[in-house]
T-cell receptor, first 114, second 113 residues
Framework: DTEVTQTPKHLVMGMTNKKSLKCEQH?????MYWYKQKAKKPPELMFV???????INESVPSRFSPECPNSSLLNLHLHALQPEDSALYLC?????????????FGPGTRLLVL | QQQVKQSPQSLIVQKGGISIINCAYE??????FPWYQQFPGKGPALLIA?????SEKKEGRFTISFNKSAKQFSLHIMDSQPGDSATYFC????????????FGQGTELSVKP
C-alpha cells in the first residue's frame, strides 16, 4: 500500500475561521511533508517532520501550524488565513528525510479562503 | 543557486512521437534528480530518478539523460500516448537537506491522438 490519504478533499473557510487539514499514511514512513501548490506552479515545501519532530520550516507564516501526533498522522492547523493562501495543500511521506527517498504524495486538499 | 530551470513550459506532441523536457541546475551539490508526473486533481507521483554518477537511466518508455558537466538533465518519453498528458516536474535535492526537493516550474504535456 503506497497510499497517502488527505482529508478533506475541499475546504472553504473565512479569514476568521480555524480549520485543520489531515494526512495519514500506513507505509511505516518516518518523514512527512506539507507542500503548498498554486495553479500551474510547482509544489512549494512548507514543513518537514522527521521521526515526529519538525526538521524543516520554510519560513511559513505562523497562521499555519503543523502537528505530527504520531508517525502515521500529520495535521496542518489553519487560523486567520488570507485569500492568497488559497491553494492545493499536498501531504507527502517518505521512508526517511533523505535526498534519495521517494516521496509519495497524497491527492491534496483544495483550500479556498474567502 | 537553489533553482532548477525547466523548459518548455508547455509541449504538444502527436501520439507516437517523442516528448523531450529539459532541466538545468546551478548547484553542483545536488545529488539526486527525480522527475514527477502530476495529473489534474492528483498529487505528483515519482516517474523516474537518477543520480549524477549515471549518464542515462531508462524505465520502459521513459529515459533520463544526465550531463553532469553541463549541469543539465532531460526526460525523454518515447512513443508518447494520450495517457501521458500531464504536468511533469523535474526536481533536485541534496543529501544533507533533509529530503527537501527543489522543483522546476513544470511542463504541461499534451499528447494529441
Amino acid at each position: 500500500d503506497t497510499e497517502v490519504t488527505q482529508t478533506p478533499k475541499h475546504l472553504v473557510m473565512g479569514m476568521t475561521n480555524k480549520k485543520s487539514l489531515k494526512c495519514e499514511q500506513h507505509m511505516g514512513h518516518r518523514a512527512m511533508y506539507w507542500y503548498k501548490q498554486k495553479a500551474k506552479k510547482p509544489p512549494e515545501l512548507m514543513f518537514v517532520y522527521s521521526y515526529e519532530k519538525l526538521s524543516i520550516n520554510e519560513s511559513v507564516p505562523s497562521r499555519f501550524s503543523p502537528e505530527c501526533p504520531n508517525s502515521s498522522l500529520l495535521n496542518l492547523h489553519l487560523h486567520a488565513l488570507q485569500p492568497e493562501d488559497s491553494a492545493l495543500y499536498l501531504c507527502a511521506s517518505s521512508q526517511g528525510a533523505r535526498a534519495q527517498e521517494t516521496q509519495y504524495f497524497g491527492p491534496g486538499t483544495r483550500l479556498l479562503v474567502l | 543557486q537553489q533553482q532548477v530551470k525547466q523548459s518548455p513550459q508547455s509541449l504538444i506532441v502527436q501520439k507516437g512521437g517523442i516528448s523531450i523536457i529539459n532541466c538545468a541546475y546551478e548547484n553542483t551539490a545536488f545529488d539526486y534528480f527525480p522527475w514527477y508526473q502530476q495529473f489534474p486533481g492528483k498529487g505528483p507521483a515519482l516517474l523516474i530518478a537518477i543520480r549524477p554518477d549515471v549518464s542515462e537511466k531508462k524505465e520502459g518508455r521513459f529515459t533520463i539523460s544526465f550531463n553532469k558537466s553541463a549541469k543539465q538533465f532531460s526526460l525523454h518519453i518515447m512513443d508518447s500516448q494520450p495517457g501521458d498528458s500531464a504536468t511533469y516536474f523535474c526536481a533536485a535535492s541534496r543529501g544533507n537537506q533533509g529530503g527537501k526537493l527543489i522543483f522546476g516550474q513544470g511542463t504541461e504535456l499534451s499528447v494529441k491522438p
